[in-house]
């Protein structure tokens, strides 16, 4: 690799953070650890780490010119190999002086075998960020590499409140008190339900387009070019089956039968590899059900997409799944920190959508509780469920409805999701 290019890459990049204005997220670093930051496509982990650069220079910590910044996706960078990853300290300091600059390296995925380098970085005591789209940054082998240098975290799409900031809307302790507050809350939330948190997204008017084209970019080059599969009609297949399939605990067995009956032939080996696939591009993401034995749990799940742009994508009129969607995905951002992730669902005589033992914590999606019949339903599921494993705290998020009642002996808090999503 030439080196002018790579210098130029550097320049060109802080010049790209010297002009980046950011609306700061939640999210903090310290100062003297090292990090890898994986997630979703487009979900912030390059603005993050800008946001990090950012925060140390308005700390007068540092200077723009103190840090090595590389995206891996610049095609400039094509053809680069993880034994010339060297070249990237060497141009530094060609360019800045001998001293060792805090680096980040951003989409590191791109590179095989990175892991050795970045390793070798921490050795050498460089303060390293490094981030990627690809779960498999998180596995067992990578981890043993790294030898416990990093810490590890998940980045997703803007929540709800992070929205919200976004659009100029803070809100203070008692905020739903405040009508005109409260008023804007509920005003704002349809766009975030229906086209989900993707801030590059935000100030487009055409938003559809750009979800749409996020989703060929993860199915087609991260998933279907990188694991070179031949004709990408039954995958296209199986990502909508699940889309269509979300709130559903659905077997292999039914993807085999749903992918065949539309005239398409796929193997259970391949279809457990597809799957595999989506969830490792962070595209989708699965619960195993609390009730089933360990040896089958793997065989039926309840699967989800990473966003609701992405989901809805796929759907028409499809607010209940839409509901059902966002809860998984803001619950899984709340507990997938722990080493082993303490959510699932309940499925055995009676369903219940979401359950954290850990919590006794157990919950229903309902768009309309307007019907008895649903009523019924959802508060009999969770009175069920409190008579097997005693609750504390049990929940209905509804997209209206708002009230304390109580069955059995259990206390249900009916609340709409937009205030449900700011509460917990």
């Given at each position: 690799m030439d080196k002018n290019i790579i210098k130029s890459v550097i320049s060109s990049l802080h010049k790209q953070i010297r002009e980046t204005s950011l609306i700061e997220r939640p999210m903090k670093f310290e100062q003297n650890v090292s990090y890898v930051l994986v997630g979703i496509?487009?979900?912030?982990?390059?603005?993050?780490?800008?946001?990090?650069?950012?925060?140390?220079?308005?700390?007068?910590?540092?200077?723009?010119?103190?840090?090595?910044?590389?995206?891996?996706?610049?095609?400039?960078?094509?053809?680069l190999s993880a034994s010339e990853l060297q070249l990237l300290i060497d141009c530094y300091q060609e360019m800045f002086g001998p001293q060792k600059p805090l680096v980040y390296l951003d989409e590191i995925q791109n590179i095989t075998g990175w892991e050795k380098f970045v390793r070798r970085l921490a050795d050498q005591k460089y303060r390293v960020m490094v981030t990627g789209s690809n779960a498999r940054m998180l596995s067992k082998e990578v981890a043993t590499t790294l030898g416990g240098r990093y810490i590890i975290r998940e980045i997703y799409p803007f929540s709800y409140s992070e929205y919200l900031t976004y659009h100029g809307i803070t809100l203070q302790k008692n905020w739903e008190y405040n009508p005109d507050i409260k008023l804007e809350v509920i005003r704002r939330f349809d766009d975030y339900f229906y086209n989900g948190g993707f801030a590059e997204m935000f100030p487009l008017v055409n938003k559809r387009e750009w979800i749409n084209s996020l989703y060929q970019k993860i199915l087609l080059g991260d998933i279907v070019a990188r694991h070179a599969i031949r004709g990408d009609r039954s995958i296209r297949l199986l990502a909508r089956?699940?889309?269509?399939?979300?709130?559903?605990?659905?077997?292999?067995?039914?993807?085999?039968?749903?992918?065949?009956?539309?005239?398409?032939?796929?193997?259970?080996?391949?279809?457990?590899?597809?799957?595999?696939?989506?969830?490792?591009?962070?595209?989708?993401?699965?619960?195993?059900?609390?009730a089933s034995p360990i040896s089958e749990q793997e065989t039926i799940k309840k699967r989800y997409y990473m966003d609701n742009g992405l989901l809805n994508n796929f759907l028409f009129r499809g607010e209940t799944k839409l509901l059902e969607n966002l809860c998984a995905i803001h619950l899984l951002k709340k507990y997938s920190n722990a080493d082993e992730l303490q959510l699932f669902f309940y499925n055995r005589n009676i369903e219940v959508d979401f359950y954290i033992p850990d919590e006794k914590l157990a919950i229903q999606a309902?768009?309309?509780?307007?019907?008895?019949?649903?009523?019924?339903?959802?508060?009999?599921?969770?009175?069920?469920?409190?008579?097997?494993?005693?609750?504390?705290?049990?929940?209905?998020?509804?997209?209206?409805?708002?009230l304390q009642t109580e069955h059995a002996g259990l206390s249900i808090e009916v609340i709409p999701i937009w205030k449900w999503l700011l509460d917990t």
């Open positions: 496509r487009r979900a912030g982990k390059s603005y993050l780490m800008i946001q990090d650069i950012k925060q140390r220079i308005a700390r007068s910590e540092i200077q723009l010119e103190d840090c090595l910044y590389i995206n891996f996706e610049d095609e400039r960078l094509d053809g089956k699940v889309a269509e399939n979300v709130m559903q605990p659905t077997s292999l067995s039914r993807f085999i039968h749903i992918i065949k009956s539309s005239g398409e032939s796929i193997s259970m080996p391949t279809l457990k590899d597809y799957l595999q696939y989506m969830e490792d591009n962070y595209l989708s993401f699965s619960l195993l059900n609390y309902s768009f309309d509780m307007s019907e008895t019949e649903t009523w019924e339903r959802e508060i009999s599921a969770l009175v069920a469920l409190h008579k097997v494993f005693p609750l504390q705290r049990a929940q209905i998020v509804t997209r209206d409805t708002e």
